[in-house]
Antibody
Framework: QVQLMQSGAEVKKAGASVKVSCKASGYIFTNYYMHWVRQAPGQGLEWMGVINSSGGTTTYAQKFQGRVTMTRDTSTSTAYMELSSLRSEDTAVYYC??????????WGQGTMVTVSS | DIQMTQSPSSLSASVGDRVSITCRASQSIGTYLNWYQQKPGKAPKLLIRAASSLQSGVPSGFSGSGSGTEFTLTIRSLQPEDFATYYCQQSYSPPYTFGQGTKLEIK
């Protein structure tokens, strides 16, 4: 079935970087965009950016410009999100979500990233 | 950025009740509006796309309406599994912002 499987929880020091992976299965990876959304503990959903899984072009939320890099590997149907210069406010669950007709129809299970000082 | 505002932020209701949640956009977004349901510890689930189109597999008791700047999610008859947090999201232009969420609790 169609699913997105994300990498496991991470604990990072402030100032470090984290790279989260999202492996797609059950559909043609390059036919869909992949979005990244995060959710801080007890908070709402925050869109971070999107990658065109075919061409690799990206659009990032201005808040994350300069700190986030989204890439993909079409040979393994995997999308990646790397966030650098981590601070405590980046502690959150990070989700990948498939973009389909202007909606996010399939979501990964989430990856908890904890930033400690 | 387009701001999305939901009301109410929380809502207490009983099984069998009909409830509605409102979402307002800071500018016109046509029908580029989606609704998601999220349960504790789980990823969000798409319920309604394009303001009023029910996502495949979602019970028909859910419906969406609206266009422009004002939208509504209605649950016709609350079931125990419907108690969750609901988010609207605009997909008109990036950043694809979400509302702050509406927590639906059992009365």
């Amino acid at each position: 079935q169609v699913q997105l499987m994300q990498s496991g929880a991470e604990v990072k020091k402030a100032g470090a970087s984290v790279k989260v992976s999202c492996k797609a299965s059950g559909y043609i990876f390059t036919n869909y965009y992949m979005h990244w959304v995060r959710q801080a503990p007890g908070q709402g959903l925050e869109w971070m950016g999107v990658i065109n899984s075919s061409g690799g072009t990206t659009t990032y939320a201005q808040k994350f410009q300069g700190r986030v890099t989204m890439t993909r590997d079409t040979s393994t149907s995997t999308a990646y999100m790397e966030l650098s210069s981590l601070r405590s406010e980046d502690t959150a669950v990070y989700y990948c979500a498939r973009g389909e007709e202007h909606a996010f129809d399939i979501w990964g299970q989430g990856t908890m990233v904890t930033v400690s000082s | 950025d387009i701001q999305m505002t939901q009301s109410p932020s929380s809502l207490s209701a009983s099984v069998g009740d009909r409830v509605s949640i409102t979402c307002r956009a800071s500018q016109s977004i046509g029908t580029y509006l989606n609704w998601y349901q999220q349960k504790p510890g789980k990823a969000p689930k798409l319920l309604i796309r394009a303001a009023s189109s029910l996502q495949s597999g979602v019970p028909s008791g859910f419906s969406g309406s609206g266009s422009g700047t004002e939208f509504t999610l209605t649950i016709r008859s609350l079931q125990p599994e419907d108690f969750a947090t609901y988010y609207c999201q605009q997909s008109y232009s990036p950043p694809y912002t979400f509302g702050q969420g509406t927590k639906l609790e059992i009365k």
